[in-house]
């Protein structure tokens, strides 16, 4: 099962990701994305939206998948929730699912700002429990 913590980072934010495969890992940086900008008591989704993403390589499969996010508040929709419904390194493609909030109804409950997912220092790092990467986020 994948999972994330904040990490301290020095002007951003960040956040260690893991899970046993890609799918994990994706959908634990979704999720710890969404944690990040809001607090628990937002609101639920009233729609969703999946969204195929296809990259050079699984790094960049991340940070794409994450910039989605990011576009929903663009769009005037909080990520409330997150799924990876499948993903594979080679080709490095993606399925994914995100439940949305109206930011007017999401608004109070979102804390923090994050402007962009950036590629700093960011390695997926395949290990006997699976695979975990950094990722830093510009606030």
Request: hydrophobic share 40%; charged share 30%.
């Given at each position: 099962?994948?999972?994330?913590?904040?990490?301290?980072?020095?002007?951003?934010?960040?956040?260690?990701?893991?899970?046993?495969?890609?799918?994990?890992m994706i959908?634990?940086?979704?999720?710890?994305?969404?944690?990040?900008?809001?607090?628990?008591?937002?609101?639920?989704?009233?729609?969703?939206?999946?969204?195929?993403?296809?990259?050079?390589?699984?790094?960049?499969?991340?940070?794409?998948?994450?910039?989605?996010?990011?576009?929903?508040?663009?769009?005037?929709?909080?990520?409330?929730?997150?799924?990876?419904?499948?993903?594979?390194?080679?080709?490095?493609?993606?399925?994914?699912?995100?439940?949305?909030?109206?930011l007017d109804?999401?608004?109070?409950?979102?804390?923090?700002?994050?402007?962009?997912v950036t590629?700093?220092?960011?390695?997926?790092?395949?290990?006997?429990?699976?695979?975990?990467?950094?990722?830093?986020?510009?606030?």
């Amino acid at each position: 099962m994948g999972g994330y913590e904040e990490i301290e980072h020095a002007a951003d934010y960040a956040l260690r990701v893991w899970g046993a495969d890609l799918r994990e890992m994706i959908e634990a940086a979704g999720h710890g994305l969404v944690d990040l900008i809001s607090d628990p008591e937002r609101p639920p989704a009233e729609r969703w939206e999946e969204y195929d993403i296809r990259a050079e390589d699984a790094a960049a499969l991340l940070v794409r998948a994450l910039r989605e996010l990011l576009y929903c508040l663009d769009a005037g929709w909080a990520p409330v929730d997150f799924q990876v419904l499948e993903a594979k390194d080679t080709p490095a493609t993606a399925k994914c699912r995100v439940g949305l909030a109206p930011l007017d109804k999401a608004q109070k409950h979102l804390h923090r700002q994050v402007k962009a997912v950036t590629y700093h220092d960011l390695r997926i790092q395949r290990g006997p429990e699976g695979l975990s990467a950094v990722v830093t986020f510009d606030t």
